[in-house]
């Protein structure tokens, strides 16, 4: 059965939130109004203005595409937008950060009544205008950054060292550092139908321009100037390797306390808290 309130769809659902840290999802059943036509459509999912109960102003998050609406894909969703927010968590612990970054909350929904009845999408809070897309597989554009930002295409470089160079956190955007919509990159391919994989890592750092940010971070250069086949690549410039561009960031399986900072003056190793 269906139902309109105030120009709007009503739909019974199950919505399920996911704890990063204990790896457990929470269930609660609510009254889910939102439009029948989207406001804005991306590349795999449509978006849909929502409330719950007409309380604060949401977004439901559709994918265009069946067989991706179903639970699976619906959970690495959210558990992607979840890991995205431990590493913005991670990379606002460094104190010369000029901006810190955050993710919305994602949330599994299932219809159980309504025109997606038995299907599943995501639920998150509406971060209002204007929304800006910093980057993508590929950061750059015409040879320059998509966006004039700095922190956006550090923040992504910063993924890769963070998670010791097994993936990275691509298509930056939102509204001012509150971000959304992340794809992640993963040499286990662990993120939905948009991980390119190591393809997807390649491409980006093989693009990516190292900033103020990057060199306050130490972060390991990445804009190499030649490809696997020793084929130089156009408009490619590598970084100087020296003791400003040595790695800040080490990882050690993933482990709560695992991240430092290596003071390179001295032995001492400062841990960053609450890292994964």
């Not at 059965?1 to 399920?16: A, D, F, N, P």
């Not at 959210?78 to 590493?87: D, N, W």
């Not at 599943?120 to 209002?128: F, K, M, N, R, V």
């Not at 972060?219 to 040595?246: D, R």
Request: charged share 15%.
């Amino acid at each position: 059965m269906r139902y309109k309130i105030m120009g709007m769809m009503m739909s019974i659902v199950l919505v399920e939130n996911y704890n990063f840290k204990t790896k457990q999802w929470t269930q609660s059943f609510y009254c889910l109004n939102h439009s029948d036509r989207p406001f804005a459509s991306g590349g795999t999912r449509d978006a849909f203005h929502a409330y719950i109960w007409l309380g604060y102003p949401m977004v439901l998050k559709v994918s265009k595409y069946d067989q991706f609406q179903d639970e699976e894909s619906g959970k690495k969703q959210v558990i992607m937008q979840a890991t995205c927010a431990e590493y913005a968590h991670c990379f606002n612990n460094y104190p010369f950060i000029p901006k810190h970054v955050s993710y919305v909350p994602s949330q599994l929904v299932k219809f159980l009544t309504g025109i997606w009845a038995g299907k599943y999408a995501t639920l998150e809070p509406y971060i209002g205008t204007p929304y800006i897309k910093h980057n993508t597989v590929d950061p750059m554009r015409d040879g320059k950054p998509m966006t004039a930002r700095n922190t956006p295409q550090a923040f992504s470089h910063f993924t890769f060292e963070m998670s010791g160079k097994t993936e990275i956190v691509v298509d930056i955007q939102g509204v001012g550092d509150c971000y959304t919509d992340p794809q992640i990159y993963s040499i286990c391919q662990s993120y939905g139908p948009g991980d390119w994989g190591m393809e997807g890592i390649k491409r980006f750092l093989m693009n990516h321009q190292c900033n103020e940010i990057c060199n306050a971070l130490r972060l390991t250069p990445t804009n190499w100037p030649f490809g696997e086949t020793g084929i130089p690549l156009p408009g490619l410039v590598q970084g100087p390797m020296n003791s400003v561009t040595k790695p800040l960031i080490y990882n050690q399986n993933f482990n709560a306390n695992a991240y430092t900072v290596v003071n390179f003056s001295s032995t001492s190793q400062l841990p960053i808290p609450n890292c994964f």
